[in-house]
């Protein structure tokens, strides 16, 4: 069973910065890519960013120029660099990984961000 761990979620203030983290469990996963989604009041869930096993990264429109993130899927590790945060960034931010080992993917419980003043 992989469990899929999101961290970092909170308020924050209209131009601020926020870092969210997750990790999956297992000593030995062999992960092709993670990254984030997120899924805004009253909106459809979209992507925010994903990292693969081979470095590449792929950013939503929305959030390009804004956020990074960074990451290794060999430690099962990911982070997301948001900044110039606004109030549309407000969302259940979930991370979301792919297991080689089980040919599947698993999603964490996600983690609340409001971005308000």
């Known amino acids: 069973q992989v469990q899929v761990v999101e961290s970092g979620g909170g308020l924050v203030q209209p131009g601020g910065s926020l870092k969210l983290s997750c990790a999956a469990s297992g000593t030995t996963l062999s992960i092709n890519a993670m990254g984030w989604y997120r899924h805004p009041p009253g909106k459809q869930r979209e992507l925010v960013a994903v990292i693969t096993s081979g470095g590449h990264t792929n950013y939503g429109t929305s959030v390009k120029g804004r956020f990074t993130i960074s990451g290794a899927t060999a430690e099962s590790t990911v982070s997301l660099y948001m900044n110039d945060l606004n109030p549309d960034d407000t969302a259940v931010y979930y991370c979301?990984?792919?297991?080689?080992?089980?040919?599947?993917?698993?999603w964490g419980k996600g983690t609340l961000v409001t971005v308000s003043s």
């Open positions: 979301w990984v792919f297991v080689t080992d089980y040919r599947r993917d698993y």
